[in-house]
């Protein structure tokens, strides 16, 4: 950033992308910052209009999460913005297809950044200068390390050799000691000053730093793992599609099943069918090939723009439950599911079909508590 910059911010101010990344380090430069009001980027009005206000406020740097790029490409440009010089990203990994997609239509580098709020804000940056490479964040910042560990791994020792995806861990000035909360530390603050990300991702023998999802979100599918990123990738290449999902639905059998959440740009009309036949050659994995692709007019989000996956695993875990019950010849009528923001579920099941319904959610990863359910 400089002087002469005009930053929009697409990031609320409570979130540390949204006071440091694009917000202190836009002022500490002499630059202007641009706050999109108490909605930011989820403002329809704002968005629907926005190559436009970019023009008439000199925006200079788009600063927000890949859905952004995603709802920016659904609008047609409609005012100068040969001033903008590049969008930057952060807060979830970015599919290669949209970057290229977005570039191509606009002209404007896309570009990757690494952080969290323990970090002060950022662990690697890659240059707008350089060429994107796909999947990367960049370098990381000075006086930083950087290193990859086993899955379920918390020991710094253990570190995989270049080119190996695991977890992600980084030790520097930049990072906190701790929480206030200490008993919070555990599982996440290692020996030796190492935070563990919670990121999955891999480096070159460059030290750049690589990102493919959240550790959390891994679709575990009988001993196979799956990145729901090389799904969601796939899918955004569809012309069709603003924005996709996937995660893992519960399944007695595998443990989890892989399933996909669409939204559709204006005017689509594609089925969940096409898609599917769609990913038949773009998905390399047999086992990563989605059982089920929904259609859905808004994808959940976090009140910073990104996909708020536990809203999408909520339904998974109605569908998974719904064909259980098929399976075993539980009626629709004869149980009702309630499952929390936690992903904790209640079954309330009719007597009569009580042990039928318990045998088929069995080995499901699923907290659920089965009781019966009271007549009237």
């Known amino acids: 950033y400089g002087p002469d910059d005009v930053v929009v911010n697409g990031f609320p101010l409570f979130h540390v992308a949204g006071a440091f990344v694009y917000g202190l380090s836009v002022l500490s430069s002499g630059g202007t910052l641009l706050v999109p009001g108490r909605m930011g980027m989820r403002n329809v009005a704002f968005m629907s209009g926005f190559w436009r206000q970019a023009k008439r406020t000199g925006i200079t740097v788009i600063g ?9 490409m659904g609008q047609p440009i409609d005012a100068d913005v ?29 570009r990757n950044i690494f952080g969290m709020t323990e970090t002060a804000g950022s662990i690697a940056l890659e240059s707008v200068y350089a060429e994107r ?31 190996q995806t695991g977890v992600v ?29 919670g990121d999955l991702g891999w480096i070159d023998k460059e030290e ?33 599609i603003e924005v996709a999902a996937a995660v893992g639905m519960p399944d007695s059998y595998a443990g989890e099943l892989p399933v996909a959440f669409v939204s559709l740009r204006d005017g689509a009309n594609v089925s969940s069918n096409d898609l599917l036949s769609f990913l038949k050659d773009r998905i390399e994995e047999p086992a990563a090939m989605p059982k089920r692709i929904e259609i859905i007019e808004t994808m959940p989000l976090t009140p910073v723009g990104k996909i708020f996956k536990p809203g999408l695993r909520q339904k998974a875990i109605h569908w998974a439950i719904a064909d259980a019950a098929s399976l075993a010849g539980v009626p629709p009528d004869g149980y009702a599911l309630e499952v929390n923001d936690k992903l904790e579920g209640k079954l309330y099941v009719d007597k009569s079909h009580i042990d039928k ?7 499901m990863p699923i907290s659920i508590a089965v009781e019966i359910r009271q007549s009237g």
Not at 133 to 161: D, K, M, W, Y
């Open 64 to 72: 927000g999460v890949p859905t952004l790029l995603s709802g920016l």
């Open 82 to 110: 040969s001033k903008i010089r590049m969008a930057l990203t952060g807060g979830s990994p970015l599919p290669p297809e949209l970057a290229d997609s977005f570039e191509a239509k606009t002209g404007m580098p896309v």
């Open 133 to 163: 490479t796909p999947h990367c964040c960049g370098l990381p910042l000075p006086f930083s390390e950087i290193a990859v560990l086993p899955h379920n791994s918390g020991i710094a020792s253990e570190r995989l050799p270049v080119g």
């Open 169 to 197: 861990v980084v030790r520097g000035p930049n990072v906190s000691p701790g929480y206030t909360d200490a008993d919070r530390n555990v599982g996440t603050f290692l020996d030796e000053g190492w935070l563990l990300t």
């Open 208 to 240: 750049r730093v690589y990102l493919t999802g959240r550790a959390k979100d891994v679709i575990i599918r009988g001993s196979h793992n799956i990145d729901p990123q090389s799904i969601e990738d796939a899918l955004i290449a569809h012309p069709d």
């Open 357 to 363: 319904i318990k045998e088929s959610i069995v080995g």
